[in-house]
């Protein structure tokens, strides 16, 4: 067609106009699959230039050359066997060629590719730049994944170390009342009544801080009402644990109150731990509770005999002993736990940057 429009020629150019137009219109009809088959096509187009002078279809195969190749060598080779059509088109054609416009198609078909790798080059920047913010939201997705698993695990770990902890003691302790009873005086009674109130006050006090974090009010998160615990009260817990009828021997080598904040949280809620293990899990046993500062950080060692009297507590679920390992871990510490000589010991060290 095109040639029939400017009255150019091809090597068919003498043929009668339907052969021309029909030879045209092929060449136009391959376009149509240009896009799978971009090479093939392109060669086809440039076989139908040779014949029938068709400029515009060689112009739009070589766009999409120019968009579906990347490498130098198969753009190269295109554009060699274009040359070449462009040329044999000038030699062959009937009648004859004229040079000028063979200039002209060939600055056509030229300015054509290259319209077609700079449209390919953006389409890529485009992709990259999208893949690239698909990466960064998925990484973005995963850390605030990790952090929320984090959160929920540290959540857990405290509200086991309160609820697990207090509610022993409330149960001990109301245990104690229930063997008992005779056996004891009014003002037994009435301290044992007591402990078991200041326990279910803490507890509820501690709740309520952790519930605070999780749903925070008007001015942002809540504060802790009840101060974190440190080392500073290893004594206390000792004594509360002693309170209740539990044999523990504390031994102190060095300054744990000193350490940092996380570290000195770590060996409280250790400590704080195995004594409850103790007291549900071997209950009337001796427990051994050691605390060193050396060098490298803090040894710990929790150890306690054979059960003497009866469990008097409800079975956990077997988070405390998992907390502690993931509190170690957050620390870059160790706790190791087991049976040892008819009895259990837990051992934890946390080191210390000094
Ligand atoms: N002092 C101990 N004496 C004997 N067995 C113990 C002692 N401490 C832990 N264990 C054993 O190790 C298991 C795991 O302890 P862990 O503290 O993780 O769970 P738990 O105390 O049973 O439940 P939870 O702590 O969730 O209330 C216990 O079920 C118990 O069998
Ligand atoms: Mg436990």
Same mark, same amino acid.
């Given at each position: 067609?095109?040639?029939?429009?400017?009255?150019?020629?091809?090597?068919?150019?003498?043929?009668?106009?339907?052969?021309?137009?029909?030879?045209?219109?092929?060449?136009?009809?391959?376009?149509?699959?240009?896009?799978?088959?971009?090479?093939?096509?392109?060669?086809?187009?440039?076989?139908?230039?040779?014949?029938?002078?068709?400029?515009?279809?060689?112009?739009?195969?070589?766009?999409?050359?120019?968009?579906?190749?990347?490498?130098?060598?198969?753009?190269?080779?295109?554009?060699?066997?274009?040359?070449?059509?462009?040329?044999?088109?000038?030699?062959?054609?009937?009648?004859?060629?004229?040079?000028?416009?063979?200039?002209?198609?060939?600055? /056509? &078909?030229?300015?054509?590719?290259?319209? *077609? !790798?700079? $449209?390919?080059?953006?389409?890529?920047?485009?992709? =990259? +730049?999208?893949?690239?913010?698909?990466?960064?939201?998925?990484?973005?997705?995963?850390?605030?994944?990790?952090?929320?698993?984090?959160?929920?695990?540290?959540?857990?770990?405290?509200?086991?170390?309160?609820?697990?902890?207090?509610?022993?003691?409330?149960?001990?302790?109301?245990?104690?009342?229930?063997?008992?009873?005779?056996?004891?005086?009014?003002?037994?009674?009435?301290?044992?009544?007591?402990?078991?109130?200041?326990?279910?006050?803490?507890?509820?006090?501690?709740?309520?801080?952790?519930?605070?974090?999780?749903?925070?009010?008007?001015?942002?998160?809540?504060?802790?009402?009840?101060?974190?615990?440190?080392?500073?009260?290893?004594?206390? /817990? &000792?004594?509360?644990?002693?309170?209740? *009828? !539990?044999? $523990?021997?504390?031994?102190?080598?060095?300054?744990? =109150? +000193?350490?940092?904040?996380?570290?000195?949280?770590?060996?409280?809620?250790?400590?704080?731990?195995?004594?409850?293990?103790?007291?549900?899990?071997?209950?009337?046993?001796?427990?051994?509770?050691?605390?060193?500062?050396?060098?490298?950080?803090?040894?710990?060692?929790?150890?306690?005999?054979?059960?003497?009297?009866?469990?008097?507590?409800?079975?956990?679920?077997?988070?405390?002993?998992?907390?502690?390992?993931?509190?170690?871990?957050?620390?870059?510490?160790?706790?190791?736990?087991?049976?040892?000589?008819?009895?259990?010991?837990?051992?934890?060290?946390?080191?210390?940057?000094?």
């Amino acid at each position: 067609m095109n040639s029939l429009i400017k009255g150019a020629n091809g090597l068919v150019g003498d043929a009668p106009p339907p052969v021309l137009a029909a030879v045209s219109g092929a060449v136009g009809l391959l376009l149509m699959w240009r896009r799978c088959q971009p090479g093939l096509v392109g060669l086809a187009v440039m076989v139908g230039f040779v014949a029938a002078f068709t400029p515009a279809s060689l112009a739009v195969a070589m766009y999409t050359i120019g968009t579906a190749y990347r490498k130098a060598r198969p753009l190269i080779l295109y554009t060699a066997a274009a040359c070449t059509a462009v040329f044999v088109s000038l030699l062959t054609s009937r009648p004859a060629g004229n040079l000028r416009e063979s200039l002209y198609t060939l600055a /056509l &078909v030229l300015g054509m590719l290259a319209v *077609g !790798q700079t $449209v390919a080059f953006r389409r890529d920047l485009t992709l =990259e +730049a999208q893949e690239r913010a698909q990466a960064l939201e998925r990484e973005q997705h995963l850390l605030t994944e990790r952090a929320q698993v984090g959160e929920r695990a540290r959540i857990a770990r405290e509200m086991h170390d309160v609820v697990a902890h207090r509610i022993t003691n409330i149960v001990l302790t109301a245990n104690a009342l229930k063997v008992s009873p005779a056996g004891q005086s009014m003002a037994e009674v009435a301290q044992a009544g007591d402990q078991i109130r200041s326990e279910g006050h803490q507890a509820l006090e501690e709740l309520r801080d952790i519930l605070g974090v999780l749903t925070p009010g008007r001015d942002g998160l809540r504060a802790p009402r009840t101060p974190q615990p440190d080392a500073s009260q290893l004594g206390r /817990l &000792v004594e509360s644990a002693a309170s209740r *009828g !539990q044999d $523990v021997r504390l031994k102190v080598n060095g300054h744990p =109150e +000193a350490l940092p904040d996380a570290v000195q949280r770590a060996i409280y809620r250790i400590a704080q731990e195995c004594l409850t293990n103790a007291a549900k899990h071997a209950p009337g046993a001796v427990v051994t509770l050691t605390v060193e500062c050396r060098l490298d950080g803090v040894h710990m060692s929790i150890a306690n005999g054979p059960p003497i009297q009866p469990a008097a507590a409800p079975p956990g679920g077997g988070y405390g002993l998992i907390g502690l390992r993931e509190r170690m871990a957050l620390l870059g510490g160790t706790l190791t736990a087991g049976p040892h000589d008819a009895g259990f010991k837990v051992e934890a060290c946390i080191p210390v940057d000094t």
